[in-house]
């Protein structure tokens, strides 16, 4: 099993800054992929980035390319997600997700663990 919880959201005005962790436990991550999803309300859950636990790997949405950046720190089991010039439009809930592999993906349903989820809302 593996357990993921998530934190860091808040309220931030549009420039802003915040970033958002996942702190991981049980099985561990060889080999795993590690992402971080959102969902805004009457949307679909929206790929952000992801990185596998171990190598170089890593990819981001488009709409947040530039901006997010997600990293790990593997020996304290975290996972983060810095986001900067954050936009109104970045409001919704994130996740931590994770999966038993380890290629990259953006579907969220090849993530078998998630994280609650933490609500962030960019105000204009």
């Known amino acids: 099993q593996v357990h993921l919880v998530d934190s860091g959201g808040g309220l931030v005005q549009a420039g802003g800054s915040l970033r958002l962790s996942c702190r991981t436990s049980?099985?561990?991550?060889?080999?795993?992929?590690v992402g971080w999803f959102r969902q805004a309300p009457g949307k679909e859950r929206e790929f952000v980035a992801t990185m596998s636990w171990a190598g170089p790997y890593s990819d981001a949405a488009d709409s947040v390319k530039g901006r997010f950046t997600i990293s790990r720190d593997n020996a304290m089991n975290m996972v983060y997600l810095q986001m900067n010039s954050l936009k109104p439009e970045d409001t919704a809930i994130y996740y931590c997700a994770a999966r038993s592999s380890g290629s990259l993906s953006r579907y969220p349903s090849q993530y078998a663990y998630w994280g609650q989820g933490t609500q962030v809302t960019v105000s204009s």
């Open positions: 049980g099985r561990t991550f060889s080999p795993f992929v």
